[in-house]
């Protein structure tokens, strides 16, 4: 079974910095682009940032400039370096993979539980 396990939330004062991973579990022969989305409470879920496995990045512009996003593809893991929080950044971040080949299936559109950043202000 195939799992997309992210770690790393918590709770920061603004200006801080702070670190999220995913790791795709499971026996994955190859991983597409892996990204990370968020939703804060009352909004629509919006793209923070995608990583293709050539390590091509993209960034929504409310985070260009402070936050990072990086890959191993050998360790099947994705990080969201997150600096210069800001309150608005507070929500439920979840990882994302666009497609993922195990040796019986190749799933599309794989989410992760979610982890909760809350910047105070």
């Known amino acids: 079974q195939v799992q997309l396990v992210e770690s790393g939330g918590g709770l920061v004062q603004a200006g801080e910095s702070l670190s999220v991973s995913c790791v795709a579990s499971g026996i994955i022969y190859s991983i597409g682009v892996m990204g990370w989305y968020r939703q804060a409470p009352g909004k629509e879920r919006e793209m923070v940032a995608t990583i293709t496995g050539s390590g091509s990045a993209e960034y929504a512009d409310a985070v260009k400039d402070r936050f990072t996003i990086s890959r191993d593809n050998a360790k099947k893991t994705v990080w969201l370096q997150m600096n210069s929080l800001k309150p608005e950044d507070t929500a439920v971040y979840y990882c994302?993979?666009?497609?993922?080949?195990?040796?019986?299936?190749?799933?599309?559109?794989?989410w992760g539980q979610g982890t909760v950043v809350t910047v105070s202000s």
């Open positions: 994302y993979v666009d497609s993922l080949v195990t040796p019986r299936y190749r799933y599309r559109e794989v």
